[in-house]
C-alpha cells in the first residue's frame, strides 16, 4: 500500500483537468521564500510527509501568511513540529500554496469496494462530512447528468443552490469534477482511496484544496 502525499496526490489532479491552488514544494526556507513572492501573498505553509497524515494536529499547517518574515518563521515553525512529533518521519519539503478566498466546503471520494469496484462519494466537505454523513455515492462510471443528480440528493443540496443571502455554488463545475474523478477512477484501478477535502465551491468554478491517495 503507497500513500500519496498531498503534492503528488495534486499531481494526478492536475493531469484530470481538476483546478488546483497554485503551489509549488519548497525544500528550505529560502526556496519557501522565493515560491511564495512568486505565487503573491498571502500564502499557506503545508508539511509534506508520507509518514505524517494528520499534520493540523502538531502544527504542520499554518495559514494567512501575510510576509517573507512569516514565511521563514511558518517553516521552521512546521520543520521543528515535525521533528518534535514524528522524529522518524521522512520529510519531503513544505508546500507553499496560494491563500483561496473560503468557499463552500465538498467533499468527492473514491473507494474501491470488493463487490462493486470503484464507487463515487460527493457530500458536505470539512467538518461536515464526519458530522452529517450527508453523501451520495454511485458505482462509476457516471455521466454529467448522473454526477448532477448525485449533487441533488444531498440534504445539503439547499446550501449549494444559496439560502439567506450566500452566492449559489457553480453545480456545472461540480458535476464536471464528478466526471474527471470517475475518470480517474476507472484508469487507476488500483487507487484504494481517494479524497478531495475540502473541495471549495465558488459562484465560479471550484478548486481542490486538499487531496489524499491510497494506492496498492
Same mark, same amino acid.
Given at each position: 500500500? %503507497?500513500?500519496?502525499?498531498?503534492? #503528488?496526490?495534486?499531481?494526478?489532479?492536475?493531469?484530470?483537468?481538476?483546478?488546483?491552488?497554485?503551489?509549488?514544494?519548497?525544500?528550505?526556507?529560502?526556496?519557501? *521564500? #522565493?515560491?511564495?513572492?512568486? !505565487?503573491?501573498?498571502?500564502?499557506?505553509?503545508?508539511? /509534506?510527509?508520507?509518514?505524517?497524515? +494528520?499534520?493540523?494536529?502538531? @502544527? @504542520?499547517?499554518?495559514?494567512?501568511? *501575510?510576509?517573507?518574515?512569516?514565511?521563514? %518563521?511558518?517553516?521552521?515553525?512546521? !520543520?521543528?513540529?515535525?521533528?518534535?512529533?514524528?522524529?522518524?518521519?521522512?520529510?519531503?519539503?513544505?508546500?507553499?500554496?496560494?491563500?483561496?478566498? +473560503?468557499?463552500?466546503?465538498? /467533499?468527492?471520494?473514491?473507494?474501491?469496494?470488493?463487490?462493486?469496484? +470503484?464507487?463515487?462519494?460527493?457530500?458536505?466537505?470539512?467538518?461536515?462530512? #464526519?458530522?452529517?454523513?450527508?453523501?451520495?455515492?454511485?458505482?462509476?462510471?457516471?455521466? *454529467?447528468?448522473?454526477?448532477?443528480?448525485?449533487?441533488?440528493?444531498?440534504?445539503?443540496? *439547499?446550501?449549494?443552490?444559496?439560502?439567506?443571502?450566500?452566492?449559489?455554488?457553480?453545480?456545472?463545475?461540480?458535476?464536471?469534477?464528478?466526471?474527471?474523478?470517475?475518470?480517474?477512477?476507472? =484508469?487507476?484501478?488500483?487507487? /484504494?482511496?481517494?479524497?478531495?477535502?475540502?473541495?471549495?465551491?465558488? =459562484?465560479?468554478?471550484?478548486?481542490?484544496?486538499?487531496?489524499?491517495?491510497?494506492?496498492?
Amino acid at each position: 500500500m %503507497k500513500i500519496l502525499t498531498e503534492y #503528488e496526490a495534486k499531481k494526478i489532479l492536475k493531469k484530470y483537468g481538476i483546478p488546483v491552488p497554485r503551489e509549488e514544494l519548497a525544500k528550505n526556507e529560502k526556496e519557501a *521564500k #522565493e515560491i511564495a513572492k512568486k !505565487i503573491g501573498f498571502p500564502v499557506v505553509l503545508k508539511l /509534506i510527509s508520507p509518514d505524517i497524515l +494528520h499534520r493540523t494536529d502538531i @502544527g @504542520g499547517v499554518i495559514l494567512d501568511i *501575510k510576509d517573507e518574515k512569516g514565511v521563514i %518563521k511558518s517553516y521552521r515553525s512546521i !520543520i521543528e513540529n515535525a521533528k518534535n512529533n514524528f522524529p522518524n518521519a521522512r520529510i519531503r519539503g513544505v508546500l507553499v500554496q496560494e491563500m483561496l478566498p +473560503h468557499g463552500k466546503e465538498v /467533499i468527492v471520494g473514491l473507494v474501491r469496494d470488493k463487490q462493486f469496484g +470503484h464507487v463515487i462519494m460527493f457530500g458536505l466537505g470539512g467538518i461536515f462530512v #464526519e458530522i452529517l454523513k450527508d453523501v451520495s455515492f454511485r458505482v462509476i462510471p457516471i455521466d *454529467k447528468k448522473e454526477a448532477m443528480k448525485m449533487i441533488q440528493e444531498i440534504k445539503g443540496y *439547499k446550501i449549494l443552490e444559496g439560502v439567506r443571502g450566500s452566492p449559489p455554488s457553480d453545480l456545472d463545475a461540480l458535476a464536471d469534477i464528478l466526471v474527471k474523478v470517475s475518470k480517474l477512477g476507472q =484508469e487507476f484501478p488500483n487507487i /484504494i482511496e481517494l479524497d478531495i477535502n475540502p473541495l471549495f465551491s465558488y =459562484e465560479k468554478g471550484a478548486i481542490a484544496v486538499d487531496c489524499r491517495i491510497i494506492m496498492d
